[in-house]
Structures are given as C-alpha cells and as structure tokens.
C-alpha cells in the first residue's frame, strides 16, 4: 500500500508559477514511477507529467511542455512539479499517482486526494 499526499495549490494570476509536491508512504517510494494527472471542471482526468523511479526519464503532455518540470527526491520520498507560465486553462484538482507495473505500460494503481490550482486572468 502507498499513501500519497499532494500539497502547493494555491490561487494565482496567469504568469506566475507554483510547485507542487506529492510526500509517498507505505512502500519504498523508489520503486514506483510517479505521475501527475490533473482534472478541470467537467471534464475528463488527464495526463500531465511523468517521471521514472530513477528520475532519469521523465514525460509530458503537449499543454504542459516547456512550462511544468517533474522532478523527485527519492530521499524524501517526494516528487515535484514546477508549474512556469501558467494559464487559466492549467486551472484544475493535481493529483500525483504511482506507477505499480515493472514494464510496460504504466498501472497508476495509487492517487492522492488532490490539491487545487486556480489560475487567474
């Protein structure tokens, strides 16, 4: 069992930037790829970054390229996500997941509760 706990949401304008982090208990957390999914208002859940148990490979959605950075310190058990140039559409419930499978495509098996970001115009 893992239990993953997102925080760093928050209200801000379009422009600015925010991290988030994602604190992974239960099994060892450097056994798992990491995800972030988001979900805005009415619509579907979707992908939006991904980061390999090593950290040395990680993965993004066309909407988030070049503006949002994955990254994880195995240490503490976190992973992050830098979010750069945010827009009003970027506003959406961040969940981080854990990738159970040993190869091939990802089983995001675990998820957080969430954590609110709110992008203004």
């Known amino acids: 069992q893992v239990q993953l706990v997102e925080s760093g949401g928050g209200l801000v304008q379009a422009g600015g930037s925010l991290r988030l982090s994602c604190v992974a208990s239960?099994?060892?957390?450097?056994?798992?790829?990491m995800g972030w999914f988001r979900q805005a208002p009415g619509k579907e859940r979707e992908f939006a970054a991904a980061?390999?148990?090593?950290?040395?490979?990680?993965y993004y959605a066309d909407s988030v390229k070049g503006r949002f950075t994955i990254s994880r310190d195995n240490a503490k058990n976190t992973v992050y996500l830098q979010m750069n140039s945010l827009k009003p559409e970027d506003t959406a419930v961040y969940y981080c997941?854990?990738?159970?499978?040993?190869?091939?495509?990802?089983?995001?098996?675990?998820w957080g509760q969430g954590t609110q970001v709110t992008v203004s115009s």
């Open positions: 980061i390999s148990w090593s950290g040395g490979t990680t």
């Open positions: 997941a854990a990738d159970t499978s040993l190869a091939g495509p990802p089983a995001y098996d675990y």
């Open positions: 239960g099994r060892t957390f450097s056994n798992y790829g």
